[in-house]
């Protein structure tokens, strides 16, 4: 509980030195206000977004994207996991195409897959699933060959199969590296879903970034942003919150 209350203490303390130097970029003598608007111009966009309700729809429509390609390539990335460990030589042949996919810039990517499945929430959610599926699915070989030795070996001195030695030795031996690349891979998940609404969109934080840029509209374009670092900071204390709750042994 203290660790908990001093890191929420600090990360206080870092946001206010970030807005007092970002208050006083935009004084007289500092950035113009179409480049750098202010702390308080930003707030007020963003109030009145929220209290009108302009904003609720774009939120809605990216967290439902994120949150749905984030559980589909977290699954999908456990799932080749656990393959690979189950039956290695599957190794020589996934892990080549997984790096390759990973090392093709999602940029690139995000238009094909708007071209192939549309404008819908579909291509949001397939390039959110793209980017969170490599995190997890390292996470995943990684944990699931970190379990005990003596407790491999006492299971299949009992005959148990392969996904009962899965479930009950290998998956809680690879709970705390999931909990960490899930922190990465909701991160990710956001980003995957705002580059495909910068693409092609016409709901979410990204299509409102990008449409108010083209109003010039900074201050709006700036709360549409605070709005994704809220949604990435609050997703990244849910999973710690998580972590805790599901591996506790680990802060024992």
């Given at each position: 509980?203290?660790?908990?209350?001093?890191?929420f203490a600090a990360s206080l303390v870092t946001l206010a030195v970030l807005v007092t130097l970002w208050w006083w970029l935009t004084l007289p003598g500092g950035f113009e206000k179409s480049v750098l608007p202010s702390p308080l111009d930003v707030?007020?966009?963003?109030?009145?977004?929220?209290?009108?309700?302009?904003?609720?729809?774009?939120?809605?429509?990216?967290?439902?994207?994120?949150?749905?390609?984030?559980?589909?390539?977290?699954?999908?990335?456990?799932?080749?996991?656990?393959?690979?460990?189950?039956?290695?030589?599957?190794?020589?042949?996934?892990?080549?195409?997984?790096?390759?996919?990973?090392?093709?810039?999602?940029?690139?990517?995000?238009?094909?897959?708007?071209?192939?499945?549309?404008?819908?929430?579909?291509?949001?959610?397939?390039?959110?699933?793209?980017?969170?599926?490599?995190?997890?699915?390292?996470?995943?070989?990684?944990?699931?060959?970190?379990?005990?030795?003596?407790?491999?070996?006492?299971?299949?001195?009992?005959?148990?199969?392969?996904?009962?030695?899965?479930?009950?030795?290998?998956?809680?031996?690879?709970?705390?590296?999931?909990?960490?690349?899930?922190?990465?891979?909701?991160?990710?998940?956001?980003?995957?879903?705002?580059?495909?609404?910068?693409?092609?969109?016409?709901?979410?934080?990204?299509?409102?970034?990008?449409?108010?840029?083209?109003?010039?509209?900074?201050?709006?374009?700036?709360?549409?942003?605070?709005?994704?670092?809220?949604?990435?900071?609050?997703?990244?204390?849910?999973?710690?919150?998580?972590?805790?709750?599901?591996?506790?042994?680990?802060?024992?």
């Open positions: 509980m203290k660790d908990a209350a001093k890191t707030a007020g966009a963003l109030r009145a977004g929220l209290v009108d309700g302009t904003l609720h729809p774009h939120i809605a429509a990216t967290a439902r994207a994120a949150l749905a390609g984030l559980a589909l390539g977290v699954a999908l990335g456990v799932a080749a996991g656990s393959m690979v460990v189950l039956v290695p030589v599957l190794e020589m042949f996934l892990l080549p195409v997984v790096t390759a996919m990973q090392s093709i810039p999602k940029v690139a990517l995000a238009p094909l897959i708007v071209a192939y499945l549309g404008f819908g929430i579909a291509s949001k959610i397939f390039t959110a699933a793209l980017l969170a599926f490599f995190p997890a699915f390292l996470a995943a070989v990684a944990g699931l060959r970190s379990a005990d030795r003596a407790h491999l070996d006492l299971f299949r001195a009992c005959s148990a199969s392969p996904l009962r030695t899965l479930w009950h030795v290998r998956l809680p031996a690879a709970a705390p590296f999931l909990f960490g690349a899930l922190q990465v891979a909701v991160v990710f998940s956001l980003i995957g879903v705002v580059v495909s609404e910068f693409i092609a969109a016409t709901q979410g934080l990204g299509f409102v970034i990008k449409a108010r840029s083209l109003e010039l509209d900074v201050s709006m374009m700036f709360a549409a942003i605070i709005v994704l670092c809220a949604m990435g900071a609050g997703a990244g204390l849910l999973v710690r919150l998580l972590q805790r709750r599901i591996v506790f042994w680990r802060h024992a």
